[in-house]
């Protein structure tokens, strides 16, 4: 049996993502998601950083480190 098939990117929509460890799966088409940290759009092409336990994605790498010592603190 076949997977279910992938909704297809709608331009200029917002698609809804579940993020994994390793990659993510998209619940809702779309062309981008939004930066958890400043709200800018990410296509997704270019999405390349998220967080599985919190299920949001950022835009570059100091944007997610961020994130992580605002919720986690540190260590």
Not at 13 to 42: M, N, Q, T
Not at 45 to 72: F, G
């Amino acid at each position: 049996m076949n997977p279910p098939p992938k909704p297809l990117p709608v331009q200029g929509r917002e698609a809804v993502l579940r993020y994994d460890r390793a990659d993510f799966d998209i619940v809702e088409g779309g062309d981008h998601v939004r930066c958890a940290v400043s709200g800018k759009p990410i296509p997704l092409e270019r999405l390349t950083y998220w967080s599985a336990e919190l299920q949001e994605a950022y835009a570059n790498a100091a944007l997610m480190t961020q994130r992580w010592v605002e919720t986690h603190g540190r260590s």
